[in-house]
T-cell receptor
Framework: GENVEQHPSTLSVQEGDSAVIKCTYSDSASNYFPWYKQELGKRPQLIIDIRSNVGEKKDQRIAVTLNKTAKHFSLHITETQPEDSAVYFCAATNQAGTALIFGKGTTLSVSS | GAGVSQTPSNKVTEKGKYVELRCDPISGHTALYWYRQSLGQGPEFLIYFQGTGAADDSGLPNDRFFAVRPEGSVSTLKIQRTERGDSAVYLC?????????????FGPGTRLTVL
């Protein structure tokens, strides 16, 4: 079935370092790839997304890259800050385009 | 403007009882989604509404789960004969249009605990 794999499950970095989270998806029909940040007990918040017609998108310290041939996409956070600490989820649209399939999440810890 | 809201924020019930969870989407959003999130996992799709109709209910785990959106705005997720395994956070999301690439905005969720 449709699947999104996310790695690593946990990531610890020092403040100012970069963080990279990688995801792979199974369905070649997927055409939308959002990233959500979820703090403990809070709702998932969209931080960046990319559609299948572009290979890279950047928004200040956050960037996402997409390789449709390899069916993988990555989140890059530069100059990390303690407030970046949260669980990050990648997602991809299902084959029907009716839902998002989420990865299992990456717990990012940024220490100062 | 107001975001997606969900009520109640917490619901504790006993095994075998019936529960209803409510979602108020962002005004004007035609698409509405229900997801379920277990501890340490990503949200898992349950059902998708486009307007008043359920366009995809393939994620509902069994016939104890049912959802409605009678006027194309507020939606209610209904769970009959609750089981302990139903305990999770139930998330609602809405998006503005018909496209699969529209951003989904999530509500704060309802934490359901079945004792």
């Amino acid at each position: 079935g449709e699947n999104v794999e996310q790695h690593p499950s946990t990531l610890s970095v020092q403040e100012g370092d970069s963080a990279v989270i990688k995801c792979t998806y199974s369905d070649s029909a997927s055409n939308y790839f959002p990233w959500y940040k979820q703090e403990l007990g809070k709702r998932p918040q969209l931080i960046i997304d990319i559609r299948s017609n572009v290979g890279e998108k950047k928004d200040q310290r956050i960037a996402v890259t997409l390789n449709k041939t390899a069916k993988h996409f990555s989140l890059h956070i530069t100059e990390t800050q303690p407030e970046d600490s949260a669980v990050y989820f990648c997602a991809a649209t299902n084959q029907a385009g009716t839902a998002l399939i989420f990865g299992k999440g990456t717990t990012l810890s940024v220490s100062s | 403007g107001a975001g997606v809201s969900q009520t109640p924020s917490n619901k504790v019930t006993e095994k075998g009882k019936y529960v209803e969870l409510r979602c108020d989407p962002i005004s004007g959003h035609t698409a509405l989604y229900w997801y379920r999130q277990s501890l340490g996992q990503g949200p898992e799709f349950l059902i998708y509404f486009q307007g008043t109709g359920a366009a995809d209910d393939s994620g509902l785990p069994n016939d104890r789960f049912f959802a409605v959106r009678p006027e194309g705005s507020v939606s209610t997720l209904k769970i009959q004969r609750t089981e302990r395994g139903d305990s999770a956070v139930y998330l609602c999301a809405s998006s503005p249009g018909w496209g699969s690439t529209d951003t989904q905005y999530f509500g704060p969720g309802t934490r359901l605990t079945v004792l």
